[in-house]
């Protein structure tokens, strides 16, 4: 069908407003490439075991339950899998990656727009400027400060990416509308419609949308819609066969969607009445945007009463248009539709606001009001007003990026914004206590725990920072705390293991390893560290079959292959324990413990300066690793370098002035040179801290009777 073209949209030719698409979007996130990985990113980049294997594709389509944002979402999973291939866990590759897809959302937001506007039942509405309207709407939107959550907040690119997949089942089926080909394009929506099922739960209100999109701006009714597309509603209906699987196998999400999981659904529903209205105040005044909201929810409907006064009137208002103007009431059934899933009465326990919702329901805001002010107003005056906006968003945007910078300044400036967000305080903790700011970090997890009395993750977060700290009791004492409140915490389980394991408790280890094994399948972290612990208690060959079985599943787990060279080491197949050393220091070259076991197995060999050079490795990458410069010590002491022997035994000490084996040894290197005196001191000391060292009391009675003899 051939339309005559204005002026305007001669001007602005397809290739242009491209263009002009990607440069502003480009300008207004030109800052978000170098902020770090923050809160969700950590577990579903950071710590995703079944990223690193890309062409393992079991792994990349079953990522693990505490994957977070990925869970349950193999297609967002299958592109961080992709990035990690591209650039390992750099932050700069994702946040590129993001962009791209926010730019591509854009073309295909501006294609699906300009087509919508330029059908018959829309014909003459705009004066042959659907281009001009469509582009205005894009750039709007696209820089709109509200969607810098969904852009720079890297595991929130599953809004991008069911964006693509929304826009695109929408775009098939307006290609299908005036095409010969028009079962292949009902096709391409299918398709489009089950990778964003894949994507996202947001996408389960795709085939409902087009349906209402079929009635308002092409059929004119549903009855005649579905007469005549009676097979596609069909097939987009089906993809939510796999929505419902993927839910199932993510288990609600991992306990965090849905009822039953300690939030009442009416009390959310409360909550959604703050949000909803929250998220309409920032998409027309976009300041104080909060990155987390917490998990707070409203108590009381004598609270929200106000908004939800004002939400139901919309909500009347959305359903009057659908049946009397079904073109505008379109408009409110794409915010309110799309925001279902997240703000209706299903609970989502973990986030109970969330700025990132409105990427997609965004669009029908700023439709509204650009196409509002382009029918009412004086069209070049909304044209310029509209225009002038566009940099004005952008800027804004810019300025919000930079909150990003930093993982301390994004939960600073939500600490600001919401004071009683106990999440937010417990987040700046884990950031001090990374820093070595210990003081700091406890004050911000008791800030959260006085926020949230009942808090697991801030006693685990205590109990890691007490670990750390080599405070072992306490770090169990934290742990017991968090195990309490949340008896299937798999982390605290873990968590605790390890401390069991340093107080020289391993077969309690075991258990604990055992039952986060049980809760968590396929948590490769619980099953080195079991495996390991099997070793410590000297269980050498339970501990070898765990860890092949770990390596079989992954076999590019560094952790895996150091603590199976420790036990083929200890079982004395030296060559075979070598072999792993050499793998896992391939994969973790920045680990002191990899280098320190390396180095272990290269003296059994007999390849003494090999291992003293891993040693010296293991003590750069951590520079109070004092049994390597006490293992040092010693095979300095074996070579006859006794000047290096005595350097090596005096940074042991430095670290662990109760160290008596170090002692003991530095003592017979002082007696070879002849220091008898300062040697009988260093054997004392070794028998003040270990009275019952056999060893130490044979060389101090050897040193007495050569005195007297003297």
Known sequence: MHQSRSATDTYLATPVCYLLVICATVVAYHNSF?????????????????????????????????????????????????????????????????????????????????????????????????????????????????????????????????????????????????????????????????????????????????????????????????????????????????????????RDRNGTVGFGHGVPWWKYSFTQCEAIIRYLGLAFWPRNMVFDYGTEIVGSFGTVWLQALVLLVLLALTLVGTYRRPQLGFAGCWFFGILAPSSSIIPLTTQTMAEHRMYLPLISVVAIVVIGLFLKANKKTGVLALALLVPLLGWRTVQRNKDYKSAFSIWSDTVSKRPFNARAYNELGIIMDALGKAPEALAYYDKALQLKPYFAKAYYNKGQMYLKAGQVSMAIEQFDYALRIKPDYVKALKGKAIALVQAGQSNEAIALYEKALRMSPDDLEAADNLGSALLGAGKVTESIERLESVLRVEPEDGEAHCNLGAALLQKGEVSSALSHFEIAIRLLPGSAKVHYNYALALRQAGRLTDAIDEYRKATQLKPDYVVAYYNMGNIYAQTGQIEQAVAAYEQALKYKPDYAEAHNNYGSILRRLGRFKEAGEQYLLALKYRPDYPQAQKNLAALRKSSSGQ
């Not at 990690?84 to 295909?108: D, F, R």
């Not at 089950?194 to 085939?207: F, H, I, V």
Request: one cysteine or more; aromatic letters at 10%; a positive charge.
């Open 34 to 250: 170098f902020g770090p990985f923050v809160f969700d990113d950590i577990p579903a980049i950071l710590e995703n075991s079944s990223i690193k294997s890309l062409w393992n594709v079991g792994r990349v389509f079953a990522p693990p339950l505490t994957a977070a944002g990925a869970v349950g979402r193999p297609i967002v999973n299958l592109s961080l899998a992709v990035n990690y291939a591209m650039g390992g866990t750099h932050p700069v590759g994702y946040h590129i990656v993001n962009l791209c897809l926010h730019v591509l959302v854009a073309l295909m937001l501006f294609v699906v727009l300009q087509r919508t506007l330029r059908l018959p039942s829309l014909q003459g509405l705009f004066e042959n400027k659907a281009r001009l309207v469509a582009l205005l709407i894009t750039l709007l939107w696209t820089v709109h400060p509200l969607l810098t959550e969904s852009v720079t907040f890297v595991i929130q690119r599953n809004e991008l990416i069911v964006g693509v997949f929304y826009l695109l089942t929408f775009y098939s089926v307006l290609r299908s509308l005036h095409s010969t080909r028009e079962a292949l394009w009902h096709r391409c929506a299918i398709l489009a419609s089950l990778l964003g099922m894949a994507s996202k739960e947001t996408m389960a209100t795709a085939p409902v949308m087009i349906l209402l999109f079929d009635r308002a701006f092409v059929s004119g009714s549903f009855r005649k819609a579905w007469t005549q597309r009676r097979r596609l509603y069909l097939g987009l209906a089906a993809t939510w066969i796999l929505l419902g699987l993927l839910m199932a196998g993510s």
